[in-house]
């Protein structure tokens, strides 16, 4: 015992040098493809069956009511589906369905193959009143039916039917390759030889829905799955059910890549035979998926009962991403200086957001203003200061509008407003009120914020205001006895880093690994800036005597579930893995490590802090990855966290959004970390939420009732990225 004393003692007081860090990974700002969505509704209800870009770009929807077009509509505003009235002679006709040939509109009435393209000469006229699937084929041949029957249409005039009576026929295909058309019904695939003018059942089965010709063989979609088959009718590709969503609807070849529409979304399959997943209003207007086509300038329509989602694909860099986060937060999302939250908007509807006050205001803020200190000492960026003194003002007024010495609000709001919440408090200004009972995750937030800022900005009035603020706040912890005390004189529910608290729960409880961790943090911050010793001497007294360096240190594969014999309030607090505490604990790392009283004791927290990390890389968040890079460690998943970046949706509205359903993902049995899945789904792929929720949370119910700040969920991670030097500026602008 003496001698780890002794031990313990060597370590807290070392001042070791080390050897110069190996030069770490960089990420190469080159363009990559992101991908958004414009949608666009029907007014109506009404029931749809095509939807189709011509080669002048024009787009085009048909319903069993008639052709619509497109109206208005950019991202994040959506526009209508609104009657084709724009060609009277078309308009005023009785057009059931719609095609492309030689990438024209054609159309399909009561009594003709038609189109508007080559002048108008192409009117094939058929004796199919009620048909309303048609194909084109070589020479202007056309294979149409009314479900029941076939009719081949010829350049020549002549023409010849068959019936189906083996289902309803649902869809047809023309392979130029061979001459052949193909018609799915609902239990068998045919082959139609215009040559020989021949109907051959070549596959049956049951619960058939869609078809599509790729790659030499024919993808047949069912309720259940799809397979594939060689063009004679021999399976080559047994049932594939390790897919989004089983229940198909629609298969498309869209550049060379299988798209599928199912009753709950629409999923394109990848090289690697995984799938990009296009579900909710994230994505398209109903996740019920009736047709999928190519659409123009890259992008891709997704036609569903609701109305089209137009998915555009384009270039960007991860700066260009980050100026489009920027003009996000900078017009939608800063309320009294603080990073707020959009909410209380229907449907998605921006226009109808209020931006509101928070229980973290402070915290989100300090994650904001912490990257845009980043942002300005990669860049210099003249607007990141600006940026960065109208935040610290917000950040500074929590503490001078209450009047309790050193003690941060939560928020503050305009008088009037909060009356029904009992922890906001009167000020002296009858115009505004402050929200007390801060928590401990707000402060480790404001010394993360004020202790960068004294360090990377150089602007004397920034520094100084910054280390006064972090003076203020320790001076109340450590004066009234490492407890955060409000109004009332008693510490508010989670401020307390006093030994009494933070020792009284068993060391598998992550609360005493956590306040030991933080608050061992936030003093060396303190020491570094201001030098006064009573926060030097505080720390060592709390890590030697009372044991915080030993529960800072402990590895995190102890944290689980407090014991039989526990407290209750231990076994609330350790009943599962807590995302809010791994955000605090790496908002203290940056102080932690940075502001280390020595070399040793530097040494020993990057021990703890990759520790730590790896429990978290299977979220692949870029937040954790990004900031374990402080630790100069040269494996910190650069390669995920750039995946986590340009992943992220452009789109942060919280949309309701479910993937448990889902049949391509290996579901783990339940466990203490909740990681769900074997692998993580990309962001745009599931809820919209913050670095404080698990990565692996598959369904969320968010309505689109909020917006989501970019400020704190992906500038942070990109510009320490770019400040630390693992991700480069742009080496490759892209054209606008």
Wanted: proline share 4%; aromatic share 12%; with cysteine.
């Amino acid at each position: 015992m003496k001698f780890h004393f002794l031990l313990l003692g060597a370590l807290l007081s070392s001042s070791a040098l080390f050897a110069q860090k190996p030069k770490q990974p960089v990420h190469k700002d080159v363009p990559f493809v992101q991908d958004y969505s414009i949608k666009y509704y029907f007014k109506d209800a009404t029931e749809p069956l095509k939807a189709y870009t011509d080669l002048n770009g024009a787009i085009k929807v048909s319903t069993k009511s008639g052709l619509y077009q497109l109206y208005a509509g950019q991202f994040l505003y959506p526009g209508t589906l609104e009657k084709d009235v724009s060609y009277r002679p078309i308009a005023d006709k009785k057009i059931a369905n719609l095609g492309l040939y030689q990438h024209q509109f054609v159309m399909i009435d009561d009594k003709a193959v038609l189109s508007n393209a080559w002048a108008g000469k192409l009117f094939a006229k058929h004796s199919l009143s009620d048909a309303y699937l048609l194909v084109g084929g070589k020479d202007f041949s056309f294979l149409i039916s009314n479900g029941s029957q076939l009719e081949y249409l010829s350049k020549e005039g002549t023409s010849w039917k068959e019936s189906i009576s083996n289902g309803k026929v649902l869809d047809l295909k023309y392979d130029a390759g061979s001459d052949l058309f193909y018609a799915l019904s609902e239990n068998a695939v045919y082959s139609v030889s215009e040559k020989d003018k021949k109907l051959q059942k070549i596959y049956s089965a049951n619960d058939l829905t869609c078809f599509e010709l790729f790659s030499g063989k024919i993808v047949v979609g069912t309720k259940n799955g799809y397979l594939e088959l060689d063009k004679t009718g021999k399976v080559v590709t047994p049932l594939q059910q390790k897919l989004p969503w089983t229940e198909l609807t629609c298969i498309t070849v869209i550049d060379n890549q299988l798209w599928f529409g199912s009753t709950m979304g629409a999923f394109m399959r990848k090289p690697d035979g995984k799938f990009n997943y296009y579900a909710s209003e994230r994505w398209i207007p109903s996740d019920k998926v009736v047709h999928i086509a190519k659409g123009d300038d890259n992008s891709v329509l997704i036609l569903t009962d609701k109305g089209v989602g137009k998915i555009i694909f384009t270039k960007m860099t991860l700066q260009e991403k980050a100026e489009f986060y920027d003009k996000q937060v900078r017009t939608r999302h800063i309320r009294n200086g603080f990073n707020g939250t959009l909410a209380r908007m229907k449907n998605g509807n921006l226009a109808t957001g209020t931006l509101q006050d928070s229980d973290n205001d402070g915290l989100w803020t300090s994650m904001y203003l912490g990257g845009e200190i980043f942002r300005y000492a990669a860049t210099k960026d003249p607007k990141a200061l600006q940026h960065c003194r109208e935040s610290l003002d917000a950040m500074e007024r929590l503490y001078t509008i209450n009047e309790v010495p050193g003690f941060p609000s939560r928020s503050f709001e305009r008088t009037g407003y909060k009356y029904e919440d009992k922890p906001w408090r009167r000020t002296s200004d009858p115009e505004w009120d402050w929200k007390s009972t801060t928590s401990s995750d707000e402060v480790i937030g404001h010394i993360f914020a004020f202790g960068a800022m004294a360090e990377l900005i150089e602007d004397k009035d920034l520094k100084s205001r910054s280390i006064a603020l972090i003076d203020t706040l320790m001076s109340h912890i450590v004066k009234n006895d490492m407890y955060l005390v409000d109004w009332d004189g008693k510490p508010t529910l989670w401020g307390k880093w006093h030994p009494d608290y933070v020792n009284s729960f068993p060391i598998n409880v992550g609360d005493r690994k956590l306040n030991s961790s933080n608050i061992v943090a936030m003093l060396q911050t303190a020491y570094h800036f201001t030098k006064k010793e009573k926060y030097k001497t505080k720390a060592f007294e709390l890590m030697k005597k009372h044991g915080y360096y030993e529960n800072l240190m402990r590895p995190m594969k102890t944290i689980g579930q407090a014991p039989g014999n526990a407290s209750d309030w231990s076994k609330m607090l350790s009943g599962d893995w807590n995302h809010s505490d791994d955000e605090m604990y790496y908002m203290g790392y940056w102080g932690l490590y940075r502001y280390a009283f020595n070399d040793t004791l530097k040494a020993n927290y990057k021990k703890a802090i990759v520790d730590h990390w790896q429990y978290e890389r299977p979220e692949k968040d870029g937040l954790w990855n990004i900031l374990t890079a402080i630790t100069g460690i040269q494996d910190f998943d650069l390669e995920e966290s750039v995946w986590f970046l340009q992943e992220y949706p452009l789109d942060m509205i919280d949309w309701t959004v479910k993937n448990s359903h889902r049949k391509d993902i290996e579901m783990l049995p339940p466990n203490f970390i909740e990681q769900l899945t074997k692998e993580v789904l990309p962001p745009d792929e599931v809820g919209m939420i913050r670095h404080n929720n698990s990565r692996f949370m598959l369904d969320r119910n968010g309505r689109g009732s909020t917006e989501l700040s970019a400020g704190d969920t992906w500038l942070l991670p990109y510009w320490a990225g770019r400040y630390l030097g693992v991700i480069s500026g742009p080496t490759t602008a892209t054209k606008k």
